[in-house]
């Protein structure tokens, strides 16, 4: 079973609009972590922003802002003021297990495309 | 911030032959280093876990004989791919992980491996 869930292939917005990528998760640990990241043509992979389950607020990190809905087991990414250099691939994975032990579960990725 | 790197940054070897990527951590010590794969247009896939001193922990369905993972030191691991075969060509990414509080992971840049 999917454990991370990415339902959008790709996505085409205007520059300067926002634009919002989704993302629900399954997982029955109470502990747990979500995490976005963009991958540009080049295959880096860039950290964005990161939710843990028992945070009280929505993570926030510059234009990225993460809309965490728990009970719906969601994680949608929010871009603001969207710019040509977001086009790329974003991911959203969950991190499974603790400590050392940990791992992270990516998502089929969602494709961002940003038109002048 | 933590730096990983790879190297080579891509490698082309022909069919049945070997080929080593090493996965760095250049400014701090990394107990756990995972390796993904991702071919073309997918996800990242978790191929195994490497700790130091001891075996990597691979995931399910992927050859341990053929992906030979070496986690020599505490910034150094690298994968081996053995008898490699063009079904092999893929890119390849290391991450490395902190210890201590935070277990954060970072990414290194990705190794292009084509095989002919």
């Not at chain 1, 991370?4 to 640990?29: H, N, R, W």
């Not at chain 2, 891509?10 to 070997?18: D, E, F, L, N």
């Not at chain 2, 490395?96 to 954060?104: C, D, K, L, P, R």
Request: charged share 15%.
């Amino acid at each position: 079973a999917q454990k991370i869930t990415q339902t959008q292939p790709g996505m085409f917005v205007q520059e300067k609009e926002a634009v919002t990528l989704d993302c629900t998760y399954d997982t029955s640990d109470p502990s747990y972590g979500l995490f976005w990241y963009k991958q540009p043509s080049s295959g880096e992979m860039i950290f964005l922003i990161y939710q843990g389950s028992y945070d009280q607020q929505n993570a926030t990190e510059g234009r990225y802002s993460l809309n965490f809905q728990k009970a719906r087991k969601s994680a949608n990414l929010v871009i603001s003021a969207s710019q040509l250099g977001d086009s790329a691939m974003y991911f959203c994975a969950m991190r499974e297990g603790l400590g050392g032990a940990q791992k992270l579960v990516f998502g089929q990725g969602t494709r961002l495309t940003i038109n002048p | 911030g933590a730096v990983v790197s790879q190297h080579p940054s891509w490698v082309i070897c022909k069919s049945g032959t070997s080929v080593k990527i090493e996965c760095r951590s250049l400014d701090f010590q990394a107990t756990t280093m995972f390796w993904y794969r991702q071919f073309p247009k997918q996800s990242l896939m978790l191929m195994a876990t490497s700790n130091e001193g001891s075996k990597a922990t691979y995931e399910q369905g992927v050859e341990k004989d053929k992906f030979l993972i070496n986690h020599a030191s505490l910034t150094l691991s690298t994968l081996t791919v053995t008898s490699a075969h063009p079904e092999d060509s893929s890119f390849y990414i290391c991450s490395a992980m902190t210890s201590g509080v935070s277990y954060e992971q970072y990414f290194g840049p990705g190794t292009r491996l084509t095989v002919t």
